[in-house]
């Protein structure tokens, strides 16, 4: 069976305090991310204006079921709200080295 890895790449909103963003992303992290089935790790990346999420999960399906749950508590609209121009993509773990 292979790890999943979501890979989700934003911009922080016009005005947005990078601090403030953090703590929301603390919030979402130990409120909803970490409880889910197949959670098993999570980075969280920047280059100058560009973000990134880097969320390693056991399974595809674990991956694609907490993405459909994602939205749905406080803390996940409250991560939101400091986000835009959001793009995601789930991979497979070919090789792992």
């Not at 603390?26 to 969280?44: C, E, H, I, P, T």
């Not at 406080?74 to 793009?87: H, L, Q, R, T």
Request: hydrophobic residues 45%; aromatic residues 14%.
């Amino acid at each position: 069976m292979h790890n999943a890895v979501e890979f989700v790449s934003f911009n922080l909103k016009e005005g947005a305090s990078a601090e403030d963003f953090l703590l929301a992303s603390d919030k979402m992290n130990d409120g909803f991310l970490a409880k889910q089935k197949g959670y098993v790790s999570r980075k969280l990346l920047v280059k100058d204006e560009i973000w990134a999420d880097w969320v390693l999960w056991e399974t595809m399906d674990d991956a694609l079921n907490a993405a459909d749950a994602f939205g749905k508590n406080e803390a996940d609209c409250e991560y939101m709200s400091f986000i835009e121009n959001c793009s995601m993509s789930h991979f497979l773990v070919e090789k792992s080295y």
